[in-house]
């Protein structure tokens, strides 16, 4: 259980630079997700923490304590890896043990820790097997419990989700969320997938191109993101960006959508008239409104999921733009709609930027 | 078991199995024959040699069993008389034992009536012989010649030196494989280069600092020198880049420190090679001779090829022992070979991952 921070972190490899100057400071007992695209350097960021890199520059304290040149084996933090990286010679209780007999723990203590963690994964039944007989899912439980025996300071996972197919992800997702609860420890984990950060994280780290883009806890990424590089990354669908070109901001900010020219009935001070801007919409904030439209589209394509629907539409000089609708929807490929903003959930990031100028 | 799987091996066609043969089945049937006939005739005529006597030995034409003239006793002799199948003048054809030759005239006696001797042409007799296993060509040498010294001096020479090097090469290996330094590339490089240098080449600097340690006449003499060899470092570490980085790393995170890692996680798991290494390393050790023959110059510290090779004199050898003695050196490797090659196809690396 304990607090890190990490103070302009940065780590390149030979003229690559992959950190540039990461600052972060995580809570006791917080649940820290990394999410970006891959290559955005959350993995690098993670072993950095995990101190399998050394970074380049700049301080890592873990409790207050100054690890940035301490070895893995010192820091007393914990990491399942994405391939498992079980022992294969080694049984499952083996595996489990390894961590503890290196910490020169008395064999009784041993086998009760192990009995513990096994019995909070329910892996009792498989001690005695060896990883290659167990199932992913299995594998994937052996891997956290040889995290959980140890009572690390920090949890670090690295993609633990993602050799698991789609029905045992949502499973294990949710043991996760059900472990950080019960153990309470300090947890940072990294993925590629929105909807694992969303639903795992206290706060979530956004990261592109080796700099943070925004930390915060999943809502308020979702609601009020900084950039539209986050709007973009975190809500699925994503959301819709329309290019727009400012004509007047006088208490309702009147623009030009396309060919066509919308108010948008939302003051936003600041904004020069003939500014390019990137209107952020979600698709949840659309609405089919016949008589009080702002454009009309014409339906590409209708997903009908049963409780909603998505309906993908496209207008002449803009991108495809994605609608959600609650329920079964009367609407069909070829028809011509009109479609409402609900100004109030309207983002607007600078066209060149991407920063967000106003946020709801 | 094993006889299920030859038959269904033997039963295997180009086509499927119990298909009519295709001639490319004929082909490597044929193959495989003069394979096992090159590789296992020699072998096979060295075990049948060496259960014949001297003289059966340096008969002409050689037989392929080891035949030896059969022997009696005949009441009122002392010695064992050879016997012979005789045709006599009357037509009659009796086995009768040879008392003494008199140029080209043999004196004969019947073994069943020793009082009726006979006078019979050289060429009118031919020796009775049967099937016999000269063991003594075992037992003498074992016996006389201390060659249960000479053995256990090789079985000494070839464990400890097997297990100096699977140590110490993987030791390199593990340096090799795992840790990134400057001078890595070179390293490595300069461990394959000396592949290039022949042990001719070194003999005698190598010899010199022997000499100059005070290890002539010690079987260390003949381990140390070859314990680190560049075949295994480059065998070993091969396969240890094989491994998942992530299992190194899992370890580290695991407060495994470099030695627990390297005994506990990448030893087990290159067993594979191990094996391989210990096979090769003991096949060499033991079948080493040029160098042990230049340090070793007491018969006590004699290893078996060493030994051997004192069977083989100025004037003549000594070829009944040689031969057996080698079958005795062959047993060993046979052994090993027949223990250790399931480690070779079995195959551990990557049962853990994914």
Same mark, same amino acid.
């Given at each position: 259980?304990?607090?890190?921070?990490?103070?302009?972190?940065?780590?390149?490899?030979?003229?690559i630079d992959?950190?540039?100057?990461?600052d972060l400071?995580?809570?006791?007992?917080?649940?820290?997700v990394?999410?970006g695209p891959s290559?955005?350097?959350?993995?690098?960021?993670?072993r950095?923490?995990?101190?399998?890199e050394?970074v380049?520059?700049?301080?890592?304290?873990i409790d207050?304590?100054?690890v940035?040149?301490?070895?893995?084996?010192?820091?007393g933090?914990?990491?399942?890896?994405?391939?498992?990286a079980?022992?294969?010679?080694?049984?499952?209780a083996k595996n489990?043990a390894?961590?503890?007999?290196?910490m020169?723990?008395k064999p009784?203590?041993i086998?009760?820790?192990?009995?513990?963690?096994a019995?909070?994964?329910?892996?009792?039944?498989?001690?005695?097997?060896?990883p290659?007989?167990?199932s992913g899912?299995?594998?994937?439980?052996v891997?956290?419990g040889?995290?959980i025996?140890?009572d690390?300071?920090?949890?670090?996972f690295d993609?633990?989700?993602s050799n698991?197919?789609?029905?045992l992800r949502?499973?294990?997702?949710?043991?996760?969320?059900?472990?950080?609860?019960?153990l309470?420890?300090t947890?940072?984990?990294?993925?590629?997938?929105?909807?694992?950060?969303?639903?795992?994280?206290d706060?979530?780290v956004?990261?592109?191109?080796?700099r943070?883009?925004?930390?915060?806890?999943?809502?308020?990424?979702?609601?009020r993101?900084?950039?539209?590089?986050?709007?973009g990354f975190i809500g699925?669908?994503?959301?819709?960006?329309l290019?727009?070109?400012?004509?007047?901001?006088?208490?309702?900010l009147?623009v030009? #959508?396309?060919?066509?020219? #919308?108010?948008?009935?939302?003051?936003?001070?600041?904004l020069?008239a003939?500014?390019g801007?990137t209107?952020?919409i979600?698709?949840?904030?659309i609405?089919?409104?016949?008589?009080?439209?702002m454009?009309?589209?014409?339906?590409?394509?209708v997903?009908q999921l049963g409780?909603e629907?998505?309906?993908?539409?496209?207008?002449p000089?803009l991108?495809?733009?994605?609608?959600r609708?609650?329920?079964q929807s009367? #609407?069909?490929?070829g028809?011509?709609?009109?479609i409402?903003?609900?100004?109030?959930?309207?983002?607007?990031?600078?066209?060149?930027?991407g920063?967000?100028l106003v946020?709801? | 078991m094993?006889t299920?799987?030859?038959s269904?091996?033997?039963?295997?066609?180009?086509n499927?199995q119990?298909r009519?043969?295709h001639?490319?089945?004929v082909?490597?049937?044929?193959?495989?024959?003069?394979?096992?006939?090159?590789?296992?005739?020699?072998?096979?005529?060295?075990?049948?040699s060496?259960?014949k006597t001297?003289?059966a030995l340096?008969e002409?034409p050689p037989?392929a069993?080891?035949f030896?003239?059969v022997?009696?006793?005949?009441?009122?002799?002392?010695?064992?008389l050879p016997?012979f199948?005789v045709?006599? !003048?009357?037509g009659?054809?009796r086995?009768?034992?040879?008392?003494?030759?008199?140029?080209?005239i043999?004196?004969?006696i019947? !073994?069943?009536? !020793?009082s009726?001797?006979?006078?019979?042409?050289?060429?009118?007799?031919?020796?009775?012989?049967?099937i016999?296993l000269a063991t003594e060509?075992?037992?003498?040498?074992?016996?006389?010649?201390?060659f249960?010294?000479?053995?256990?001096?090789?079985?000494?020479v070839?464990?400890?030196?097997t297990?100096?090097?699977?140590l110490?090469n993987?030791m390199?290996?593990?340096?090799?494989a795992?840790y990134q330094?400057?001078g890595?590339?070179?390293?490595?490089l300069?461990?394959?280069?000396?592949?290039?240098?022949?042990?001719?080449?070194?003999?005698? !600097?190598?010899?010199l600092?022997?000499?100059e340690l005070?290890?002539t006449n010690?079987?260390?003499?003949?381990?140390?020198?070859?314990?680190a060899?560049p075949?295994?470092?480059?065998?070993l570490r091969?396969?240890m880049?094989?491994?998942p980085?992530?299992?190194?790393?899992?370890?580290r995170?695991?407060?495994?420190?470099?030695w627990q890692?390297?005994w506990?996680?990448v030893?087990?798991?290159?067993l594979?090679?191990?094996?391989?290494l210990?096979?090769?390393?003991?096949m060499?050790?033991w079948n080493?001779?040029?160098w042990p023959?230049?340090?070793?110059?007491?018969?006590?510290?004699?290893?078996?090829q060493?030994a051997?090779?004192?069977?083989?004199?100025?004037l003549?050898?000594?070829?009944?022992?040689l031969?057996?003695?080698?079958v005795?050196t062959?047993?060993p490797?046979?052994?090993?070979?027949v223990?250790?090659?399931?480690f070779?196809?079995?195959?551990?690396?990557?049962?853990g991952?994914?």
């Amino acid at each position: 259980m304990a607090e890190l921070k990490l103070s302009g972190a940065r780590k390149s490899f030979g003229t690559i630079d992959v950190l540039h100057g990461i600052d972060l400071a995580v809570k006791d007992g917080e649940f820290i997700v990394f999410v970006g695209p891959s290559g955005c350097g959350k993995s690098t960021l993670l072993r950095v923490i995990a101190g399998l890199e050394n970074v380049t520059s700049g301080e890592i304290h873990i409790d207050g304590e100054r690890v940035t040149h301490l070895p893995a084996s010192e820091r007393g933090l914990a990491m399942v890896f994405q391939s498992y990286a079980l022992y294969p010679h080694m049984s499952v209780a083996k595996n489990m043990a390894f961590a503890l007999e290196n910490m020169g723990l008395k064999p009784a203590e041993i086998e009760a820790r192990v009995a513990r963690a096994a019995a909070m994964l329910r892996l009792t039944d498989y001690l005695d097997r060896k990883p290659k007989a167990l199932s992913g899912g299995q594998r994937q439980r052996v891997a956290i419990g040889r995290a959980i025996v140890r009572d690390p300071k920090i949890f670090l996972f690295d993609e633990p989700l993602s050799n698991l197919d789609a029905e045992l992800r949502v499973a294990t997702r949710k043991e996760l969320a059900a472990l950080h609860a019960k153990l309470g420890g300090t947890m940072i984990y990294v993925t590629h997938d929105q909807v694992e950060a969303m639903t795992l994280a206290d706060r979530i780290v956004v990261l592109k191109a080796g700099r943070i883009e925004q930390v915060g806890t999943p809502l308020e990424l979702y609601n009020r993101p900084a950039n539209a590089f986050v709007a973009g990354f975190i809500g699925s669908p994503r959301m819709n960006f329309l290019p727009a070109v400012v004509i007047s901001d006088d208490g309702a900010l009147r623009v030009t #959508v396309g060919e066509r020219e #919308v108010a948008l009935p939302r003051a936003a001070s600041g904004l020069v008239a003939g500014t390019g801007v990137t209107l952020g919409i979600r698709p949840e904030h659309i609405d089919v409104a016949p008589d009080t439209g702002m454009l009309t589209v014409t339906v590409d394509l209708v997903e009908q999921l049963g409780g909603e629907t998505y309906i993908y539409a496209s207008a002449p000089g803009l991108p495809q733009i994605t609608l959600r609708q609650d329920g079964q929807s009367q #609407v069909y490929r070829g028809d011509a709609v009109t479609i409402r903003f609900t100004a109030e959930h309207l983002h607007i990031f600078d066209a060149t930027t991407g920063a967000a100028l106003v946020r709801p | 078991m094993a006889t299920m799987r030859l038959s269904s091996l033997l039963g295997q066609r180009r086509n499927g199995q119990g298909r009519p043969l295709h001639w490319t089945d004929v082909a490597a049937y044929i193959y495989l024959a003069v394979g096992v006939v090159l590789m296992f005739g020699p072998v096979l005529w060295l075990v049948m040699s060496s259960f014949k006597t001297q003289s059966a030995l340096l008969e002409f034409p050689p037989s392929a069993l080891p035949f030896a003239q059969v022997e009696v006793t005949v009441p009122g002799q002392s010695q064992k008389l050879p016997l012979f199948r005789v045709a006599l !003048p009357d037509g009659t054809v009796r086995e009768l034992a040879q008392l003494r030759r008199i140029g080209l005239i043999a004196q004969m006696i019947d !073994p069943a009536d !020793p009082s009726q001797q006979f006078r019979v042409a050289l060429d009118k007799r031919e020796p009775v012989r049967r099937i016999a296993l000269a063991t003594e060509n075992y037992s003498e040498p074992l016996q006389r010649f201390a060659f249960l010294r000479f053995l256990s001096n090789s079985v000494f020479v070839t464990v400890v030196a097997t297990l100096i090097t699977l140590l110490i090469n993987s030791m390199a290996a593990y340096g090799l494989a795992v840790y990134q330094f400057p001078g890595k590339q070179a390293a490595t490089l300069a461990v394959i280069g000396t592949l290039m240098i022949p042990m001719t080449i070194i003999l005698v !600097p190598v010899y010199l600092v022997v000499t100059e340690l005070g290890l002539t006449n010690s079987l260390w003499a003949v381990i140390l020198p070859g314990a680190a060899t560049p075949t295994g470092v480059f065998l070993l570490r091969q396969y240890m880049l094989t491994l998942p980085k992530d299992l190194i790393e899992a370890a580290r995170m695991d407060k495994a420190s470099e030695w627990q890692i390297y005994w506990r996680i990448v030893m087990p798991l290159t067993l594979p090679a191990l094996a391989v290494l210990a096979i090769f390393s003991i096949m060499w050790r033991w079948n080493e001779f040029l160098w042990p023959l230049a340090v070793l110059t007491k018969t006590e510290v004699y290893t078996l090829q060493i030994a051997l090779n004192a069977f083989q004199g100025e004037l003549q050898t000594q070829w009944h022992y040689l031969l057996a003695m080698t079958v005795v050196t062959l047993i060993p490797v046979a052994l090993v070979f027949v223990f250790l090659q399931r480690f070779i196809t079995t195959g551990i690396g990557s049962t853990g991952m994914k």
